[in-house]
C-alpha cells in the first residue's frame, strides 16, 4: 500500500468555533464542511485544516514553539498587512520578519497556542 497525497492536518482546539472563525475569517481559509466537532478549512485543493475538540488536553499544555510538533506554513501576499490583521484577532509574534529562499516570513502563535509562519514570496 502506498502513500498518494496528505489529505489533512487537524488541531486539537479549545474552542471549535472561536478557532474556525479564526481560520475562515481572519486567515481567509474557504470552509468545505461542518459538523458538530468537526470542521474542514481549504488549504489549498486536496488539503484540509480539520478543526476538532481537544482530546488529549495535555498536549496543549505548551504553547507557541514549546508546543512543538509542525508548523503550519500560510502563504499571503502581503507579509505586513497579514501579521498586523493577525496581531489585531489575537496570534503573538513570534521573533522578527527574515528571508527565506525566494521570499521572507515571519513565525506567529495563533490564538490556540500553534505555531504559523507567515509567507510572503516574491515575483
Request: hydrophobic share 40%.
Amino acid at each position: 500500500m502506498a502513500v498518494n497525497d496528505l489529505c489533512w492536518i487537524s488541531l486539537q482546539v479549545p474552542d471549535v468555533e472561536q478557532s474556525r472563525s479564526f481560520w475562515r475569517d481572519i486567515v481567509g481559509l474557504p470552509e468545505k464542511s461542518a459538523a458538530p466537532g468537526w470542521v474542514e478549512l481549504e488549504l489549498r485543493p486536496g488539503l484540509l485544516l480539520a478543526l476538532h475538540p481537544i482530546f488529549h488536553a495535555r498536549a496543549l499544555d505548551r504553547r507557541g514553539y514549546d508546543r512543538g510538533g509542525p508548523v503550519l506554513g500560510i502563504q499571503v501576499a502581503d507579509l505586513t498587512e497579514m501579521g498586523l490583521l493577525l496581531e489585531r484577532h489575537g496570534a503573538r509574534p513570534l521573533g522578527t520578519v527574515h528571508a527565506i529562499p525566494g521570499g521572507r516570513a515571519r513565525d506567529y502563535e495563533e490564538p490556540d497556542g500553534y505555531v504559523i509562519e507567515v509567507v510572503e514570496l516574491w515575483k
